[in-house]
Every structure is written in C-alpha cells, then in structure tokens.
C-alpha cells in the first residue's frame, strides 16, 4: 500500500511544471534562478557578490514563454549596501520600494532553455552597458 502511495503522490509531482528549475551561473560564481511569474513578467533571483540578501531582476514578457525567447529589457534591483543607490527609488511588483536599481537587457541566444543569455546592466536611468554572460547549469554542470 505504501508503495503505491508513493508511486501515486510521485507520478503526481511529475506531472507539475517545475518551478525555478532554469539556472544560470553568472561569471563570479553565483546563479540566477527563475523563481516566478507575475503575470507576463518573469521574475528572476540572484545574490550580488557583496551581498548576502537576494536580489531580483523583473522581465516584463518573460513570464510564461519557455519557448520564443529574444531579448527583454526590464529592470534590477539591490539591497542599498552593496553600491551606489539611485535619486528616486522603484516599486517592484511585490510592492517593495529599492533605492538600487537599473535597467537591464537579456538577449537569449536560443529560443529556449538552456540558452546563454547576454545581460546588460544600467545604474538607476542610464542605458544598460555592462555586459554579463550568464550561462544555463544543466544536470551536473554547465552547458
């Protein structure tokens, strides 16, 4: 009996879409993780290098497309120790209001996942400049 209760309750959680399960190693070593969508907007997690406390980046029209990927430009967010903190603040989806924040671009080069994408990063309103190469962690190791 035990067994098929089990059997049933695992042939269940595979049938779920996974959550977070697109992982990206950012050059430093850390990751960004899918964690949500909020509604078409893609919310994705990472912590900074100086930084202990999660950050996020929010894609508008990400959310929800697993398979026509391009490039979106949205926006990130920081806790304020880890630099400089911008003239206005942001209010992110959940209603949090960051003082570090930019924009940002993320160019996928294939459609789905895994796909490098090229991120650039801008501080508070300027153009997004600084680029980073992220790239997906699949099965054991990177792709």
């Known amino acids: 009996m035990f067994r098929t209760l089990a059997a049933a309750v695992l042939a269940a959680a ?60 949205g926006y990130w967010v920081e806790p304020v120790y880890v630099g400089k903190t911008c003239a206005a603040g942001i209010v992110a989806p959940d209603g949090l209001i960051w003082e570090r924040w930019g924009i940002v671009e993320l160019k996928f080069q294939k459609k789905g996942f895994p796909s490098k994408i090229t991120m650039k990063r801008g501080d508070c309103f300027a153009a997004p400049t600084k680029k980073i190469i992220l790239k997906p962690v699949v099965g054991a190791g990177l792709e």
């Open 14 to 73: 595979l049938a779920l879409p996974a959550l977070a399960d697109e992982v990206w190693a950012l050059p430093n070593g850390n990751q960004v993780t899918y964690v949500s969508d909020e509604g078409n907007t893609a919310v994705l997690g990472y912590t900074p290098v100086m930084g202990v406390e999660q950050s996020f980046i929010f894609v508008p029209g990400l959310g929800g497309n697993t398979d026509n990927r391009a490039t979106f430009t």
